[in-house]
């Protein structure tokens, strides 16, 4: 890892000790509606592939890249702190996973997100070469109304 000003965030792989602390880290996310929630196990299999940006040894920053096959990963649960925010830590996320992304030969990352604008900052774009497009059902509607009409 390279040397860094003390008050400059660096980026390193996440490790499975940081899961507690990192669920700290998510929880507000979690509760503004900014991230979906994850239990302990899907954190755990994140961590894997995850980066966290740390400031003067406290996490300010995470993002993973889920790997779903040897064509398409995801990037997951991209947040920075809001003191940090507007730094580039979380370009400096990003990045990290699109590098391991090529490192394991994945030939397309998705984001699903509501910032569309950062991730097109980092080069995302709507569609693919070819014209391709990602295209979305969302069945958590259909799921709860089948369970409200069977309670």
């Known amino acids: 890892m390279n040397a860094t000003p003390q008050n400059q965030a660096s980026i390193r792989q996440a490790e499975p000790e940081d899961i507690l602390t990192l669920t700290e880290f998510i929880r507000p996310f979690v509760t503004s509606g900014r991230l979906l929630p994850r239990t302990e ?5 994140l961590i894997a592939h995850g980066f966290l940006a740390v400031q003067n040894e406290i996490i300010v920053g995470f993002a993973a890249l889920e790997i779903y096959s040897s064509k398409l990963a995801e990037i997951r649960s991209l947040a920075v702190a809001n003191e940090v925010q507007g730094q580039g830590i979380g ?26 604008n950062f991730f097109q900052a980092c080069g995302f774009d709507f569609t693919l070469p070819g014209e391709k497009k990602a295209l979305f059902l ?14």
């Open 91 to 116: 370009r400096l996320l990003v990045q990290s996973c699109v590098d391991r992304a090529h490192r394991e030969n994945i030939l397309e990352v998705l984001a699903i997100t509501s910032e569309e």
């Open 41 to 45: 196990t899907e954190l755990q299999e």
């Open 138 to 151: 969302q069945t958590r509607d259909m799921i709860n109304n089948e369970n409200e009409e069977t309670a």
